[in-house]
């Protein structure tokens, strides 16, 4: 050990491999994992990591003196050990200081927005006219359901699942930023007239910049009597009924 401490230094001394560890872990988890963990929680775990730091170091003589020697004013450290050591040591009080402003600080928000789960619709929406033969709950044939149940489950089933419970194959990629809807959930589409859920079908939601919905237009993929088709069959599904603007 002695040739250690009055020579060159075989390896990084254990003062600068604990403050990697320890700086290192606060930006993994602040600042790379996605979504970053909240402040207090991220202190939590830095406490284990600092724990687990001392007990490494506190295992062995050798390394329990290289450390004394690392915040020692009168350190051995290489040069550009020092300079690293003094600035992280400079740093701290910055930082501490910066913690508790944070914690303590007023901040002044505006009051946050009532939430809309559902997107505003374009004007023509709330004009349009259903055509009569889609326009009744109660005249839907057990023959338009059926058809419309073969489009659904070749364009809205992967997503929006078989069942219409929004748990399709697809559905596990797609949950963010918003995750595809639950047909029968009471404030989806029985909350929603014939002719916002036709614009929806219709038109999908890449042109979203509400909510930024990855459902596509289907459009160009049925027409407008299999999209009313499709709808009937996903009421029918979902246990629901469309209600009137």
């Known amino acids: 050990m002695g040739n250690r401490m009055n020579g060159e230094r075989e390896g990084m001394p254990s003062g600068i491999l604990a403050l990697i560890i320890l700086i290192g872990s606060y930006i993994l988890m602040r600042f790379v994992i996605s979504p970053p963990l909240p402040s207090a929680l991220t202190n939590f775990f830095m406490l284990f990591v600092i724990v687990g730091v001392l007990i490494h170091i506190t295992l062995e003589d050798g390394r329990i003196e290289e450390f004394l020697d690392f915040i020692s004013f009168r350190s051995r450290l290489h040069p550009i050990y020092n300079v690293i050591r003094w600035t992280v040591f400079i740093m701290i009080p910055?930082?501490?200081?910066?913690?508790?402003?944070?914690?303590?600080?007023?901040?002044?928000?505006?009051?946050?927005?009532?939430?809309?789960?559902?997107?505003?619709?374009?004007?023509?929406?709330v004009g349009f006219k259903v055509p009569e033969w889609a326009s009744d709950p109660a005249t839907w044939g057990r023959g338009l359901i059926a058809e419309g149940k073969i489009y659904y489950e070749n364009h809205c089933a992967p997503c929006h699942g078989k069942e219409a419970d929004g748990r399709g194959p697809e559905a596990r990629v797609l949950i963010y930023p918003i995750p595809p809807t639950n047909f029968k959930d009471p404030g989806a589409i029985a909350q929603l007239p014939l002719s916002y859920v036709y614009w929806r079908v219709k038109e999908g939601g890449v042109r979203d910049r509400q909510f930024m919905s990855s459902m596509p237009a289907w459009e160009e993929e049925m027409d407008d009597e299999e999209i009313w088709k499709t709808i009937m069959y996903m009421y029918t599904k979902a246990g629901v009924k469309p209600r009137t603007w």
Not at 119 to 124: A, L, S
């Open 94 to 125: 910055f930082f501490v200081t910066y913690q508790v402003y944070s914690a303590v600080k007023i901040s002044y928000a505006p009051p946050g927005e009532l939430f809309q789960p559902h997107v505003t619709p374009p004007e023509w929406v």
